[in-house]
């Protein structure tokens, strides 16, 4: 389920009145929980080789994330590597590219927002280079200083250089009413929509609806409910991971192969 969706069955089920700052930061336990606990996904990405050996690892990623590295068809494992610093190791291959298989990361939910001026031209805008708060995909909405409110489905970002200053270029695509182009807007807003939805699918993703009415109750001192729900929870937590155990892969080995793979 969408995680507003979540929100809304627990305000429904316990009303409160905390602020949905309150319920993500909730919601975001659960997914990092299930994600680095539970749900382990893995990813490979290709990495050059410099002559001296060095890959560079492209942030956030970290060591412990690390599960193998391949290069000329054999893999590497951790001891074999030689950190230099966070982000570039030494690797013992002479090869030109490098295979890095590492476990995906829990990312928390991006509760971005712009506020000041934005140029609009056309069907992209700008906002400052070192403003990075939106990604390829996000659905935002865009509130002028009068408090007009326009969706905008982000199809493109690059960095382009206008008047001697770097912007970051967002190419949109309007989803609700047309807004009026080829302006400045000063004092505007542009927040991303959460869309993000639950790690879990159903029906184990009601345990985040428990959870949630259980945190409510915790702050609102109902001991009883509060157990009650974080009961529910838990059982739905423990049925959800032996269900997982029993579908998921064994994790990579250190040459980066999976066993039982279907």
């Not at 493109?156 to 270029?169: C, G, I, L, R, V």
């Not at 609806?209 to 838990?234: E, G, R």
Request: charged fraction near 25%.
């Amino acid at each position: 389920m969408y995680v507003n969706e979540a929100v809304e069955l627990a305000c429904n089920y316990a009303p409160n009145e905390y602020n949905i700052k309150n319920f993500y930061t909730w919601i975001d336990e659960v997914n990092a929980m299930l994600t680095m606990e539970d749900k382990e996904i893995y990813c490979v990405i290709k990495l050059p080789i410099a002559n001296d050996r060095s890959i560079l690892i492209p942030q956030p990623l970290n060591i412990e994330h690390i599960v193998s590295v391949e290069c000329d068809g054999k893999a590497y494992d951790k001891n074999d590597i030689c950190v230099r610093d966070r982000y570039t190791w030494l690797i013992p291959g002479r090869g030109r590219i490098a295979t890095v298989t590492y476990q995906k990361q829990y990312e928390p939910i991006r509760q971005t927002k712009y506020k000041g001026d934005v140029i609009i031209s056309g069907n992209s805008f700008d906002l400052p280079y070192n403003t990075d708060l939106f990604q390829i995909g996000d659905s935002v909405i865009f509130i002028t200083q009068d408090g007009d409110k326009y969706e905008l489905h982000i199809m493109d970002m690059e960095p382009t250089e206008k008047n001697s200053s770097m912007y970051n270029t967002y190419t949109f695509q309007q989803v609700s009413a047309h807004i009026p182009t080829d302006n400045t807007y000063q004092g505007a807003t542009i927040a991303r929509i959460i869309t993000d939805r639950t790690v879990c699918e159903a029906p184990f993703d009601t345990m985040y609806v428990d959870y949630l009415i259980a945190k409510i109750n915790l702050y609102q001192h109902d001991n009883d409910a509060y157990s009650q729900y974080m009961a529910s929870f838990n059982s739905r937590l423990d049925t959800y991971k032996r269900w997982l155990n029993s579908r998921m892969p064994l994790p990579p080995t250190s040459d980066g192969k999976f066993k039982n793979l279907w």
